[in-house]
Every structure is written in C-alpha cells, then in structure tokens.
C-alpha cells in the first residue's frame, strides 16, 4: 500500500516536472518571439521617419521599408499558431481574422498593385501599424518578463482608440484606390470559359472585402474595448480598495 503512494507520489512529481520543463520552454519561446517582434517594428518605425525626415515626403517610402514590412507582417502567422496549440489564451478567430488581413494588405494590395505604394492611404495604417505593433509587443514581452511598465500597459490599451480606427481608415483608402488598377488589368482574375469552369473577379472580391469591414471592425474594437475595461478598470477598483 505504501509502495503504490510512493509510486503515485513519484509519477505526480514527473508530471509536475514535465509541466514546469514545457511551460519554461514555451515562455522562453514567446519572449524570444515578442522581442523580436518589438525589434522588427522599431527598426520600421525609425526606417519610416528618418526616410521622411531625409526626404520630406511620403513618396517612395514603401518601396524603401518594403522587405521589412513584408518579412515581420507574415512572420506574425506563428500567432495564429500560437493560439491553435495552446502557447497563449486568445481566440484563433479573432487573431486569425487580424493576422490575415493584415498579410492580405501587404502581399495581395501594396505589393502587388505598385500604383497605391505612392497613396497618403498607405502612411496612414503604416503608421497605425508601426506604432501599435511596438506598443503591443513590448506589452506581451514585459508581461513575459514579470516586469510590466504601467505607461505600457495604459498605452496597449488607450492608443488602439485612435490606432485602429486610423489603420482601418487607412487600409480602406488603400484598397479602394487600386480598385481602377484591377478593373483595368483584370489582375488575380479568371474569366469563363476557362478549363476549370469557375469565375473569378478581384474587383468584385475587393469590394466584398471592403464590405466585410462593415460588420467585422465593431466586434474587434469592442473586443478590444472589453479588455480594456478588464485591465486598466480594474486596476482603479484595487486602487480605491487599497
């Protein structure tokens, strides 16, 4: 009898062992993860106004911060990954829908249709990007870290006010704007006939696209919201309990 408490109390101990070895390598993983993201998005950020400050202006900027926007915008797909497996406590719909829109922008809007990487648009949800992506990371990074900042924590959760609203603005300029382009060019298009007796037009895709702001970008802001509310209005109730 005693044998078997031994031997219960040794697996329970291997388990909790197994446990803490996973949770070390998975914090160690997002922290990694989070810093290199926060470095990726400051280099941006410091790319785009020294470029501005040199050249006075919003042409050609794109095109010079273009290979770090691209490789930092889609390495963010490992969030979604993170979600699926369990790493972090977010819904993978709601991080799968931020994610991709986001690398939709980059590869399927300003990459491939070079007539909008000139528009003011751009700059707009460039520059909502840049700064929420830092502000964002370097949150989950101290988080990590056990060391949170409060002027952090007040910026994750007051600038999206302003942010995201911006960006949204800013991406829906965008898109329309290369609408004639594709219209034109008939770009990401299949017409019938064609062997496989499908239809596809971009420009009507894009429009659906645009639509789907409508009912998609209240339910992200009020999630975010929510959480806001969750944070920083809870932190006043401790206050006054204090």
């Not at 898109?175 to 017409?191: E, N, Q, T």
Request: charged share 15%; aromatic share 16%.
């Amino acid at each position: 009898m005693a044998s078997g408490e031994e031997d219960g109390a040794v697996e329970e101990k291997e388990s909790n062992n197994k446990k803490r070895t996973k949770g070390a390598i998975a914090t160690t993983w997002l922290t990694f993860y989070n810093i290199a993201m926060t470095a990726g998005w400051l280099v941006l950020g410091v790319a785009m106004m020294r470029f501005y400050l040199q050249k006075g202006t919003h042409k050609g900027l794109y095109k010079s911060i273009a290979r770090t926007l691209k490789f930092f915008q889609t390495f963010a797909l490992l969030e979604v990954g993170h979600c699926a497996t369990g790493l972090v406590r977010t819904s993978v719909i709601v991080t799968g829908v931020q994610v991709s829109s986001r690398i939709f922008m980059v590869w399927f809007i300003t990459h491939s249709i070079r007539q909008v990487q000139n528009q003011e648009s751009l700059i707009l949800f460039l520059v909502a990007w840049t700064v929420t992506e830092i502000t964002r990371y370097s949150f989950y990074t101290f988080s990590l870290l056990k060391h949170l900042p409060y002027f952090i924590k007040w910026a994750r959760y007051n600038l999206f006010i302003i942010m995201y609203p911006l960006g949204v603005i800013g991406e829906l300029m965008t898109i329309y704007a290369a609408l004639p382009y594709v219209r034109k060019s008939g770009m990401y298009s299949l017409r019938l006939p064609n062997k496989y007796n499908v239809s596809f037009d971009y420009y009507y895709f894009l429009i659906i696209v645009m639509l789907s702001y409508i009912p998609l970008f209240p339910q992200l802001f009020l999630h975010m919201l929510r959480q806001r509310r969750r944070v920083l209005h809870g932190e006043v109730i401790v206050e006054k309990d204090e």
